[in-house]
């Protein structure tokens, strides 16, 4: 069985998808008495040296999903070559529904058997046919060879199905030399129709729960395994009331086992509530927290209408994010870039409302794909809405590559509303407030300038990137021209930046890390970038003011050596910044202010931890600056 994953240094997922498949196949005696599970493989590594390794298999099956598509039929095809007798079964979400099957045979002859939806029970029943030496001909939700069989109905009583947790069916697995993470279901479905997403559309709204012994049950056992990650399935966690109990039972057992499992990664419910709030409250209380996503994608509502979803109102969003820096929790607020019926200026305009209510340290931006089944690849929605794609290679970001096979997604590279060029003028955008703002090379900057100057976040990012483009000579130039050639070439995501390791990166986050290789240069430019910016605006801004936010920019960004920094300043610009921060109404008179940064991280020049603590760990709750800064006036 095959459910094959990107490792993260030496951590990979165990196989949850292919665990339930196999845990609910070994309720049936007539299984386990004729078809043994030799192994579930989940490593990526050349093709030819994985069918090596398999001796006369009778059914190999493929759990498969964006991420590794690629990878399944590369061995797939490898396998039936070898042995054309095996028969090749193929589920997941990648697999098309039958009305968008089109030529999947055609193209992908040595697979026998896809199975649509849901696949515990249609694959023990594939599995028993076998046994039996029957057909398939009456096995709902699958195609056989191009022959597609009814629907499968979804299952409500999700009790049928053991934990392959619980009963064992990793064992062998976690033996093996990784550091495991968790995927941990609570309930399935989502009750929302998100056109870019096919969460809604393959679970068919309705939403089942597990029951609360099995889910603590799970959770007691990651901590007994010293499973530091869990990664929730759920769509909508904090939809139900028992989700602040289950919440609650996790902190429990995390102080119970020592600190067990470390951390939680929920997807909450999408129109965040008290409830949610209630949830990342307790969480980040007690270190459980990766933070609380709230997953917007677009603020306008053209767009919102566009794609069937319905977001918060901004006021109760902007609510959120105050309240959720109030209690130190980190946030993270997604956008898609090319969403139908999103323009640049909307696109624009979605920046720079969410700066202004003080999301600094929290956005989060992807690009806009096509998923098999959902919505927004119906035929006719995507002549409608004058939709293109393009096969782009997948964004990984973070995960350990020189991997034999490239993954692809379906990209959106023109709208209706939206050009090829539009698109790419987003992605810049992006990289701009990411690189710059998000991970804090200009954030303080920026900030001040957009409070005393009314300088707006989107214009000082724009007049980067139009710096950038007129000076391809400076730090900012020749980061523009990498990522734009990266832009060009395919819509290609991410880089590696090989002075610090070999995983791959975001581009804003390769950009930030680069930067901070030359670092003093980067700020002997910035005067230059500031004049162009006032000049392009027409606006003058004080000579000393611009100084003192240079300096304060300079002396609060993290780096890897280690230090105590004190210098003066004629403007208050720490209280600026950080009025702006938490949207305070700022003092803006000049007043002489020392300032003494003490460097407490200890990273003694190591780049790398550096670049793991700070950039990848540390973007989501803004630890790229120095937030404790002593100053005497």
């Given at each position: 069985?095959?459910?094959?994953?990107?490792?993260?240094?030496?951590?990979?997922?165990?196989?949850?998808s292919?665990?339930?498949?196999?845990?609910?196949?070994?309720?049936?005696?007539?299984?386990t008495d004729?078809?043994?599970?030799?192994?579930?493989?989940?490593?990526r590594e050349?093709?030819?040296r994985?069918?090596?390794?398999?001796?006369?298999p009778?059914?190999?099956?493929?759990s498969?999903?964006v991420?590794?598509?690629?990878?399944?039929?590369a061995?797939a095809?490898?396998?039936?070559?070898?042995?054309?007798?095996?028969?090749?079964?193929?589920?997941?979400?990648?697999?098309?529904?039958t009305?968008?099957?089109?030529d999947?045979?055609?193209?992908?002859?040595?697979?026998d058997?896809?199975?649509h939806g849901e696949?515990e029970?249609?694959?023990s029943?594939?599995?028993?046919?076998?046994?039996?030496?029957?057909?398939?001909?009456?096995i709902?939700g699958?195609?056989h060879?191009?022959?597609?069989?009814?629907d499968?109905p979804?299952t409500?009583?999700l009790?049928?199905f053991p934990?392959?947790?619980?009963t064992?069916?990793?064992?062998?697995?976690?033996?093996?030399?990784?550091?495991y993470?968790?995927i941990?279901?609570?309930?399935?479905?989502?009750?929302?129709?998100c056109?870019f997403?096919?969460?809604?559309s393959?679970?068919?709204q309705?939403m089942?729960?597990f029951s609360?012994?099995?889910?603590?049950?799970?959770?007691?056992?990651?901590?007994?395994?010293?499973?530091?990650?869990v990664?929730?399935?759920?769509?909508?966690?904090?939809?139900?009331?028992?989700?602040?109990?289950?919440?609650?039972?996790?902190?429990?057992?995390?102080?119970?086992y020592?600190?067990?499992?470390?951390?939680?990664r929920?997807?909450?419910t999408?129109?965040?509530?008290?409830?949610?709030?209630?949830?990342?409250?307790?969480?980040?209380?007690?270190?459980?927290d990766?933070?609380?996503t709230?997953?917007v994608?677009s603020?306008d509502?053209?767009?919102?209408?566009?794609?069937?979803?319905?977001?918060?109102?901004?006021?109760?969003?902007?609510?959120?994010?105050?309240?959720y820096?109030?209690?130190?929790i980190?946030?993270?607020i997604?956008l898609?870039?090319?969403?139908p019926g999103?323009?640049?200026?909307s696109?624009k305009s979605?920046?720079e409302?969410?700066?202004?209510?003080?999301?600094?340290?929290?956005?989060?931006?992807?690009n806009?794909?096509?998923?098999?089944n959902?919505?927004?690849s119906?035929?006719?929605?995507?002549?409608?809405?004058?939709?293109?794609?393009?096969?782009?290679?997948i964004?990984?970001?973070?995960a350990?590559?020189n991997?034999?096979?490239?993954?692809?997604?379906e990209t959106?590279?023109q709208?209706k509303?939206?050009?090829?060029?539009?698109?790419?003028?987003?992605?810049?955008?992006?990289?701009?407030?990411?690189a710059?703002?998000?991970?804090?090379?200009?954030?303080?900057?920026?900030?001040?300038?957009?409070?005393?100057?009314n300088?707006?976040?989107t214009?000082?990012?724009?007049?980067l990137?139009?710096?950038?483009m007129?000076?391809?000579?400076t730090v900012?130039?020749?980061?523009?021209?990498a990522v734009?050639?990266?832009?060009?070439?395919?819509?290609?995501?991410?880089?590696?930046?090989?002075e610090?390791?070999t995983?791959?990166w975001?581009l804003?986050?390769?950009s930030?890390?680069?930067?901070?290789?030359?670092?003093d240069t980067?700020?002997?430019?910035?005067?230059?970038?500031?004049?162009?910016?006032?000049?392009?605006?027409?606006?003058?801004?004080?000579?000393?003011?611009l100084?003192?936010?240079t300096t304060?920019?300079?002396?609060?960004i993290?780096?890897?050596?280690?230090?105590?920094?004190?210098?003066t300043?004629?403007?208050?610009?720490h209280?600026?910044?950080?009025?702006?921060?938490?949207?305070?109404?700022?003092n803006?008179h000049?007043?002489k202010n020392?300032?003494?940064?003490?460097d407490?991280?200890?990273?003694?020049?190591?780049i790398s931890?550096?670049a793991?603590?700070?950039?990848?760990?540390g973007?989501r709750?803004g630890?790229?600056l120095?937030?404790d800064?002593?100053?005497?006036?």
């Open positions: 069985m095959f459910q094959f994953s990107f490792m993260y240094g030496d951590v990979i997922y165990l196989p949850y292919l665990g339930m498949l196999w845990a609910y196949a070994k309720t049936f005696q007539r299984i004729k078809i043994k599970n030799n192994a579930f493989t989940i490593i050349d093709p030819d994985i069918v090596e390794q398999i001796i006369d009778d059914i190999v099956a493929f498969t999903y991420w590794n598509f690629e990878m399944s039929l061995v095809k490898l396998i039936k070559r070898k042995h054309p007798e095996c028969l090749v079964v193929f589920g997941g979400p990648q697999i098309p529904n009305d968008r099957l089109g999947f045979f055609l193209k992908y002859p040595f697979i058997i896809v199975v696949g029970i249609t694959f029943e594939i599995l028993l046919a076998y046994a039996n030496d029957s057909d398939y001909k009456d709902a699958i195609t060879r191009g022959n597609s069989t009814d499968r979804r409500k009583d009790s049928i934990s392959p947790y619980l064992g069916v990793f064992d062998d697995l976690i033996k093996l030399p990784y550091t993470h968790t941990w279901e609570t309930d399935r479905g989502c009750p929302y129709r056109t997403c096919d969460w809604g393959l679970t068919g309705k089942y729960q609360e012994d099995r889910v603590y049950a799970e959770l007691e056992l990651f901590a007994q395994m010293k499973i530091a990650y990664f929730m399935g759920n769509a909508n966690f904090g939809i139900y009331p028992r989700d602040v109990e289950i919440a609650q039972r996790a902190v429990d057992i995390n102080i119970k020592n600190g067990y499992p470390q951390k939680i929920a997807n909450f999408k129109n965040s509530s008290s409830r949610v709030f209630d949830i990342a409250k307790l969480f980040n209380a007690h270190g459980l990766k933070g609380i709230l997953s994608q603020l509502e053209v767009t919102l209408k566009t794609i069937k979803r319905s977001n918060m109102k901004f006021d109760t969003l902007s609510s959120f994010v105050q309240q820096t109030k209690e130190n980190d946030t993270l997604e898609i870039i090319g969403l999103e323009t640049y200026s696109f979605n920046l409302d969410l700066l202004a209510i003080g999301a600094h340290n929290s956005i989060a931006i992807y806009c794909t096509l998923l098999p959902a919505p927004m119906d035929t006719k929605y995507v002549k409608d809405n004058g939709i293109k794609t393009r096969p782009t290679p964004m990984l970001s973070h350990s590559m991997d034999p096979i490239q993954e692809y997604e959106v590279v709208t509303t939206l050009s090829e060029e539009d698109i790419k003028q987003c992605v810049l955008m992006s990289w701009a407030v990411q710059f703002h998000t991970l804090g090379l200009t954030q303080a900057m920026s900030i001040c300038l957009y409070i005393k100057y300088i707006a976040y214009v000082f990012y724009e007049h990137i139009k710096y950038a007129q000076f391809p000579d900012m130039g020749q980061e523009y021209t734009r050639e990266k832009v060009d070439n395919n819509f290609d995501a991410t880089d590696t930046v090989p610090y390791n995983q791959e975001i804003s986050e390769a930030c890390l680069r930067i901070h290789l030359q670092l980067f700020f002997n430019e910035i005067p230059a970038f500031l004049a162009f910016l006032q000049a392009s605006i027409g606006m003058s801004v004080d000579d000393e003011f100084a003192d936010i304060y920019q300079r002396a609060i993290i780096t890897c050596n280690n230090g105590t920094t004190e210098f300043l004629n403007n208050p610009v209280t600026i910044f950080h009025d702006g921060l938490a949207n305070r109404s700022p803006l000049p007043i020392t300032l003494q940064i003490s407490p991280n200890n990273f003694d020049g190591d931890r550096f793991t603590e700070i950039v990848h760990h973007r709750g630890q790229a120095h937030y800064v002593a100053v005497t006036y």
